[in-house]
């Protein structure tokens, strides 16, 4: 069972852009595409660490701003011939409000 | 009747035979091609780009699935073959037999290992196919890796420079005393090490490696004389060796390769042996020319005419961007050789020819290699240089010591000249091509290959183009922006022009863009060129906007922001400085830096304080420097009249008028200007994008420097008598260039691509189009010259920098 926790307005995350979500196992960005689905994803790109909430949406991907890996935003994974993943979490859209797995607030992986 | 044709590596050599044979006899061969690699025929050479990351590997495959199915190729890839039974006819591998009437050997060669304690450890890479390529990306990726490459040849130095480009800590050790000893003499050998040092990789020559050390992986490599270099991986580039193990344990006859007679026939007569695995007449080769001569006689002879192959003289060049050099046949000094020298220290240019009994029988060139193919083609040729001895260095373009513009050069060129050497195709198969209708770059190498291997020849293929087809060919090369469109940025500039299109669904509507909401390389130029062209209608976006523009500050590689409030011509004052100082201690801002720029930069602050920094600076009357934007940058001042005793006209002056007028101005590429009071030039104003330099009778303004990745000086553009029309002139070019120039091409590239005459006609000459030009920079700069830090300010944008939810508090609770 997925227990839901709502973190803010859609409209508060700019279309083909990111919001970030400070947990206590690190930051999570919230991506909203062109067609307004969103997806959470752990904020470190796996290349260097850059900060994926920074970079350019497109599709259902997006290009890190440090070095332009480009990652899949529906399994984290990181495009073309890099190699890498970053952890997803589930998250949806109700009402106009943003919703994601509670379980985040219970990680206690260190920040 | 079909036969079986098996073939033992699906390396560039086999690659070229297929192709051959598929034209010359379509249908004669059934063909199943084996490959160690787990992958197809991929352009080997190309693997630095993709190293270096200028390439992906989708861009060098040469044989991709379709091609194989086309050709009815089975394809039995990632299955090395383990022998060949010749008396039975079989080859061998894990999966069982395959039969065959005709085999032919492709298996390239094998990097070399020297023999040192630690060669074994994980870490050790060697650099030959794609998986090397892709372990080196990826050692490359850990933050502050270091690497060690044994080899200053070829491939070591492209290895080397991949990984400095990619961020590494990297020394290059080389046994010999300079640099690629075996093509470069000693003299392009230090020009050659000076700018890779300068590139912050570092040389050690004479330097012979004792043992690698670790602990289950590779820590360092230890010379002989105790110096230890740590190394998170070690690049093993000391030179190759034909694979010949396959032909040898089935008995063909081989020295260091496998014998080949002049149809690449080895001793068996039903097997044919092409590329590096073969000894042809005592020789081997490790480049890409012979071995496509060869595959063209392999083909004819499985095609069943008679063909012979007589051996290759070959070239080098190194594929590092921005490292130029050339060379080929033999350079040693002797008793029975002269030589032609020509040193230009300025430009870092070394030439020189080695000539016998009237010949050129040596070419070695470093920092401006473009004359390479022609003497290499007169060396090839024997000719006899006694007659144009005395200007022969400066190449053919020279007629009476003016040098001719490049278009002119190639159009001298003989017919017989080398154009592409890796496929060894001269200037007369090209013009033919065209004028059978290639008139396009793509054409030309579908039909010729010129220029479809190491692609270090495709400038001159299109000079060629041009020069036989005048104005019906377009220079620039028609790549597309991406992968989302078939367009460049040329045809997609004109679209939004002529068909009025405003915005970015209905360019990428109009245009027929393949994805939905293109990509992070076509939607920033699309951004630009809209609000560039349609200042009053377009809306910016800045989800479209690479995120320095995008948040006003430039990203840090630990994801903080550098903040650089504008000093006008590199003045301040003393309450200006408090501010910065104020705000610095406020926001705990770790490094506060003098920048190139003439003004100061606030380096590490974080997303969150942005706005609120901003706002102190701004409260102390300080607008962004736009340090971060595709847009005017700096310009940088001298103290001029004001101070200096050498001073002309009042540069420092100038050089404020200008910025007041201009920031804020979104240009292709970011535009940095200077103004140096007297030809002394202390504020460098003759490597800028636009640089004025002040005289007794005026101001002489320069365009189309740089003094990034190229460094070049500026040309003239115009001298005027007065500040005023300076200041228009400038405003007209840099409008000019705003319309008309690619996204991501700096003054000088787009100069070079247009001509400066052709600018000069229209900023210059053409009053009228200089004062249309001025009013539409004017009316574009009331919508743009905006400080964007004043704007973000307030809390409603504020909000955009911050956190939308923290749920370590609510955690907490
Ligand atoms: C801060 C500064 C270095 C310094 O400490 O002095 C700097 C810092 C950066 N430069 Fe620069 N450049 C700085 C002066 C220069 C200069 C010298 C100058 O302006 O007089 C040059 C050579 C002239 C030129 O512009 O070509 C220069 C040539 C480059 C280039 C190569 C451009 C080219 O066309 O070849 C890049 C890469 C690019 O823009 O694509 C670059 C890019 C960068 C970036 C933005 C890299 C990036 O994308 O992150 C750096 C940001 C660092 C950071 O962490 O914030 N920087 N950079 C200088 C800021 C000047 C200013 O006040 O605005
Ligand atoms: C990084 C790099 C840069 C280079 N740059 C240049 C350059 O700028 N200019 C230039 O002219 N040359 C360059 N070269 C050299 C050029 O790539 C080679 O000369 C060329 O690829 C050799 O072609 P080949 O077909 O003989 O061998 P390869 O292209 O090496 O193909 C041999 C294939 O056979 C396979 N194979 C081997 N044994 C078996 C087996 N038993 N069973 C099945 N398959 C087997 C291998 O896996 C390999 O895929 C470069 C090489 C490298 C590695
Ligand atoms: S500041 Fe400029 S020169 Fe220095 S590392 Fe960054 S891009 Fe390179
Ligand atoms: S950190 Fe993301 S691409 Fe390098």
């Known amino acids: 069972m997925t ?33 307004d689905e969103v997806f959470a994803l752990d904020d470190r790109c796996p290349h260097k660490g850059g900060p994926l909430s920074d970079g350019i949406v497109h599709g259902a991907s997006v290009t890190c701003p440090l070095h332009n890996w480009v990652i899949a935003l529906t399994d984290g994974k990181a495009q073309g011939a890099d190699e890498g993943m970053v952890a997803t979490y589930p998250a949806r859209v109700e009402g106009g409000r943003v919703l994601i797995d509670a379980a985040l607030l219970r990680a206690d992986r260190a920040a | 009747m079909t036969q079986k044709l098996v073939v033992i590596g699906a390396g560039m050599a086999s690659g070229r035979v297929l192709e051959h044979l598929f034209e010359e006899a379509p249908g004669a061969f059934e063909v199943t091609l084996f490959n160690a690699e787990p992958r197809g025929n991929y352009n080997r050479i190309m693997l630095s780009p993709v190293l270096s990351g200028e390439k992906t590997y989708e861009e060098i495959v040469t044989h991709d699935d379709a091609w194989y199915a086309e050709h009815g190729v089975a394809c039995r890839f990632g299955e090395p073959v383990l022998g060949v039974d ?9 999966k069982g037999e395959t039969p065959y009437d005709k085999l032919l050997i492709g298996t390239g060669s094998a990097p070399f290992i020297i023999p040192v304690p630690g060669k074994d450890l994980p870490g050790v890479i060697t650099y030959r196919d794609l998986d090397d390529t892709n372990a080196m990306i990826e050692a490359a990726a850990q933050p502050g890796a270091q690497a060690v490459v044994i080899g200053g040849g070829l491939l070591g130095l492209e290895a080397a420079a991949g990984l400095r480009l990619r961020g590494m800590e990297v020394t290059v050790l080389h046994l010999m005393p300079h640099l690629m000893e075996r093509q470069l003499d000693p003299a392009a050998g230090y020009l050659l090490r000076k700018e890779l040092e300068d590139r912050g990789i570092s040389i050690r020559c004479k330097a012979n490696t004792h043992e690698i050390v670790g602990d289950g992986k590779v820590e360092a490599v230890r010379l002989d004389d105790g110096t230890e270099i740590p190394a998170d991986i070690v690049v093993m580039a000391v030179g190759i060796r034909p694979d010949k193990r396959i032909a040898e344990a089935a008995g063909l006859a081989s020295g260091r390769g496998i014998h080949v007679d002049d149809a690449m026939v080895t001793s068996d007569p039903d097997i044919l042996a092409v590329g590096e ?7 081997c080769y490790g480049l890409v020319a012979p071995l496509y001569d060869m595959a063209r006689v392999a083909a004819r002879t499985l095609a069943g005419d008679a063909a012979a192959y007589a051996g290759s003289v070959t070239s080098t060049k190194l594929k590092v961007t921005g490292v130029d050099l050339f060379s080929a046949g033999d350079f040693a000094e002797g008793e029975d050789r002269e030589e032609i020298v020509l040193r230009d220290a300025a430009r870092n240019v070394y030439k020189r020819l080695v000539i016998r009994d009237d010949r050129i029988i040596g ?21 006899d240089i006694s007659a144009m001895r005395e200007t022969l260095i400066f190449g053919p373009a020279y007629a009476g010591g ?39 770059l793509e054409a030309v190498r579908g039909r010729t290959k010129a220029s479809g291997s190491c692609g270090t020849c495709t400038g001159l293929v299109e000079q060629l183009l041009a020069v036989t087809l005048g104005d019906a060919f377009e220079m620039p090369a028609a790549k597309p922006v991406c992968a989302c469109t078939d367009l460049t940025h040329e045809d997609v500039r004109r679209l939004i022009k002529a068909r009025e299109l405003k915005s970015m669904p209905a360019v990428m509507q109009e245009c027929g863009w393949k994805t939905s909401c293109g990509c992070h390389v076509c939607r920033p130029a699309l951004n630009y060129y809209l609000l560039a062209d349609w200042p009053d209608e377009y809306a910016d976006d800045p989800q479209s906007r690479f995120i320095n523009e995008r948040r006003h500050a430039n990203i840090q590689k630990d994801g903080t922001f550098s903040v650089v409030p504008r000093m006008f011509g590199g003045i301040t004052t003393p309450s200006e400085l408090r501010a910065i100082a104020d705000a610095a201690e406020k926001y705990a801002v770790p490094t506060v830096k003098v920048t190139g720029g003439q003004r100061i930069d606030l380096l590490g602050v974080k997303r969150e304080d942005l706005p609120a920094i901003w706002a102190d600076l701004t409260e102390a009357g300080m607008v962004s420097g736009h340090a971060y934007a595709k847009g005017l940058r700096t310009v940088k001042t001298c103290v001029g009249t004001d101070h200096c005793r050498f001073g002309t006209q009042d540069s420092t002056g100038l050089g404020i008028a200008i910025e007041k007028r201009m920031w804020g101005s979104w240009t292709p590429h970011k535009v940095k200007m200077a103004v140096s009071g007297c030809p002394r030039n202390c504020a460098e104003a003759t490597c800028k994008d636009v640089g ?7 101001f002489e303004i320069g365009v189309a420097g740089a003094a990034g990745m190229d460094v070049k000086a500026t040309e003239l553009l115009a001298k005027s008598p007065d500040a005023d029309e300076t200041i228009e002139i400038i405003c007209a070019f840099v409008q000019l260039y705003r319309e008309n120039a690619k996204y991501l091409d700096r003054p000088y590239k787009w100069v070079a691509k247009v001509g400066l005459d052709w600018v000069r006609a229209r900023v210059v000459d053409d009053l009228e189009s200089r004062a249309a030009l001025v009013a539409r920079f004017d009316h574009s700069q009331r919508v743009f010259q905006k400080d964007p830090w004043a704007e973000r300010a307030d809390p409603g944008t504020r909000k955009a920098y911050r956190p939308i939810a923290d749920l370590t508090l609510e955690a907490a609770e």
Request: with cysteine.
């Open chain 2, 692 to 698: 004025v330099i002040c005289v007794d009778s005026g």
């Open chain 1, 3 to 35: 227990d839901w926790i709502d973190i803010g307005a859609l409209a508060e995350i700019p279309v083909r852009g990111a919001r970030v979500v400070k947990t206590r196992a690190g930051c999570v960005a919230v991506f909203r595409t062109a067609e």
């Open chain 2, 402 to 440: 003016t040098p001719l513009d490049p278009m002119a050069a190639v159009a001298a060129l003989p017919d017989d000249a080398e154009i592409c050497g890796c496929n060894g195709v001269c200037k007369k198969q090209i013009v033919t091509a065209i004028d059978g209708g290639a008139t396009t």
């Open chain 2, 86 to 94: 010749r008396a039975r006819k079989v080859v061998v591998t894990e």
């Open chain 2, 363 to 383: 070419v070695v060139m470093y920092g401006d290699t473009a004359d390479g193919n022609w003497f290499f083609g007169q060396m090839k040729d024997g000719a």
């Open chain 2, 277 to 283: 695995c073969v000894e042809h007449r005592g020789a």
